[in-house]
């Protein structure tokens, strides 16, 4: 009988052993092969697409350029976008005035936003598609970023402004490139990180030093904005660009930590997003008004952060206007985008897997696993590339 009741034990150990371990093996499998060997694969193809498309189109039409390019760099971000709004059945907020709707998406936008999270980038992708920007996004970046295979390729292509931390160089670099941008066929949008870097607690004392050596407002939630590039993108902007969007992003504090490991892992992580709108026009055009403009604008996102991480709401405790909540429904073309990569990529490399197999060809079968193993210690590497020295102390210099 005890042997009965051990082997009874026994049996609903291995059967709960599986029950948690074989979920956990699929996700994984699904978090470090699938996903990566999808997107780099897709973003292979895209960034292939812009070559031929940057070397015989581009020298002769750039409008036509930047109109096919739009559809090429669209569905290799919804590929992203797919995950926050469906894998993981995440939430995203938008929190602005009615009278907004008559302009935005519908406009050349600079884009002022907080980069506090991981994520933040990849879940703005959200608000973009909602918008109807996302194939017409642009940023400022790091130069050695277009190095990076294929996703800096892409960012190249997608003509995103690489910035190489020397002012000098960075303001002929800013007013040549912003001038390109104004002049896109469709609405486009340009983000501004003036943080410079992703706040962490470690750059925000490094902030907080350098705020007080210089006389400069003091951020909580916040590093201290940077205000040349700033100044110099409005100077070759005016006139071109209809406004300043102000974007403040906030997770609960209380929920899931934002990362991408826990997105891909299939966590719940709502987002949510304040937006206001400032026509170009009512912004200071001397460097020192345009610079405190930018100050005073990081001093009202710090208090709506402050108000949201306190009550829950952006308004609460901030003397902001008060905004509409509006939830931003999942989009069925994400989907239908990312199933079509899957169905070019997975499903006919599982086909040539097993045709491989069968036929014991070893040699091409290697070849394949090694190339999905590179794609996998490529996404691998980037979901845990973390900055250990503050390079916001360094630049403040």
């Given amino acids: 009988m005890a042997e009965q009741t051990r082997l009874v034990t026994a049996q ?28 780099l694969g897709s973003t292979l193809i895209v960034v292939s697409l812009q070559a031929i498309l940057y070397i015989s189109v581009k020298p002769f039409s750039k409008y036509v350029y930047r109109k096919i390019n739009y559809y090429l760099c669209y569905a290799n971000y ?37 980069h506090r999270y991981e994520i933040d980038w990849c879940i703005v992708g959200n608000i973009l598609n909602h918008f109807h920007c996302l194939g017409n996004c642009k940023g400022y970046l790091k130069n050695v970023l277009k190095y990076f295979p294929l996703i800096g390729w892409n960012c190249f292509f997608a003509e995103n402004i690489f910035l ?16 390109e941008l104004v002049n896109y066929p469709d609405p486009m949008w340009l983000f501004l990180c003036p943080e410079g870097t992703r ?17 400069l407002p003091e951020f909580k939630h916040h590093l201290t904005p940077r205000t040349k590039g700033f100044v110099t993108s409005l100077a070759v902007m005016k006139g071109k ?27 719940k992580i709502d987002a949510h997003f304040y937006i206001k709108r400032i026509p170009l026009e009512t912004v200071p055009e001397d460097e020192q008004g345009a610079s405190q403009f930018l100050y005073d604008l990081f ?15 952006y308004c609460s405790e901030s003397d902001t206007e008060r905004a509409e909540k509006i939830k931003i429904s999942p989009c069925y073309k994400l989907a239908i985008i990312t199933a079509m990569w899957y169905s070019l990529i997975i499903v006919p490399l599982i086909y040539y897997i097993v045709k491989l197999l069968l036929t014991a060809n070893m040699y091409s079968l290697s070849i394949i696993l090694g190339v999905i193993l590179l794609f996998s210690l490529m996404f691998s590497t980037m979901l845990r590339m973390n900055v250990k020295k503050s390079s916001y102390a360094i630049a403040s210099k």
Wanted: charged letters at 25%; a neutral charge.
């Fill in 12 to 39: 609903e150990n291995i059967k709960f052993a599986t029950n948690m371990v074989m979920p956990e093996i699929l996700r994984y499998m699904f978090m470090y092969l699938i996903i990566p060997i999808t997107y």
């Fill in 78 to 114: 919804a590929h992203l976008c797919f995950y926050f709004s469906w894998y993981n059945d995440s939430d995203c907020y938008v929190y602005m005035n009615k009278n907004i709707d008559n302009y935005i998406g519908k406009e050349h936008a600079y884009i002022i936003y907080n």
């Fill in 164 to 179: 190489q931390r020397s002012f000098d160089k960075d303001r002929r670099i800013i007013n040549k490139q912003v001038r």
């Fill in 199 to 215: 706040f962490t607690p470690d750059k925000h004392r490094y902030s907080l030093q350098y705020a007080r050596e210089k006389g």
């Fill in 241 to 267: 660009m209809g406004a300043i969007y102000d974007i403040t992003l906030t997770f609960d504090p209380q929920a899931v930590e934002p990362t991408f490991l826990n997105m891909l892992r299939g966590h």
């Fill in 299 to 313: 001093e009202e996102k710090d208090k709506l952060q402050e108000s949201f991480f306190n009550t829950g709401k």
